[in-house]
């Protein structure tokens, strides 16, 4: 690959993509601002614009295909769901509401990043790898800590709102 060539475009010799090469060339990101661009400070430009409503569009997409592909996903968005009514049962104060709300929106993220790299490994090598089964195991571990705290947050405000601490 000569110097000039950019990853993932094709080998000129051959006229053919690289091995390993995708179909996706990240190099040429459609979704970032040119260099040239400028924007008044405070001011959005069509483009920012566009960008942002993609990028809801996009978010939108992956919480729908979690919740459709995920049982975990599904459990933890009802655990969400059911969270923001029984935090303003449970804390007094904003802040303390506001992180028992945080912990379980956090088990969602961790839940996200797991089920990516569960998919992107699945779709890297279908065969039993001991090595991605490893990553794997490291996801789970990351959603288990995740609950961790999300359940020692919560039993630390029930305690304290019963008066047994």
């Known amino acids: 690959m000569s110097s000039e060539q950019e990853p993932g475009q094709a080998n000129p010799r051959r006229g053919v993509p690289r091995r390993g090469a995708s179909k996706l ?5 459609g979704d ?9 400070p405070g001011r959005f430009s069509s483009h920012s614009m566009e960008r942002l409503l993609r990028a809801a569009i996009n ?14 996903f599904r459990q933890e968005l009802i655990a ?37 790299i569960e998919k992107l490994a699945d779709r890297v090598n279908l065969a039993v790898d001991p090595q991605i089964g ?3 195991d490291m996801g789970s571990a990351a959603v288990g800590l ?20």
């Not at 060339?25 to 990101?29: F, G, P």
């Not at 970032?32 to 008044?40: H, K, N, Q, S």
């Not at 020692?152 to 601490?165: K, N, P, S, V």
């Open 59 to 72: 978010t939108w997409h992956g919480l729908r295909a979690a919740e459709r592909s995920e049982e975990a």
């Open 25 to 29: 060339d990240l190099a040429r990101d």
């Open 32 to 40: 970032r601002l040119g260099e040239d661009t400028t924007v008044a």
């Open 146 to 165: 995740a609950l961790l705290i999300a359940g020692m947050t919560w039993l630390l405000a029930l305690a304290e709102r019963f008066g047994l601490i």
């Open 80 to 116: 969400l769901v059911l969270a923001i009514p029984v935090a303003f049962l449970v804390a007094e104060e904003s802040w303390k509401r506001l992180a028992l709300i945080a912990v379980v929106a956090f088990v969602l993220v961790v839940e996200l990043l797991n089920t990516a």
């Open 134 to 136: 490893r990553v794997k």
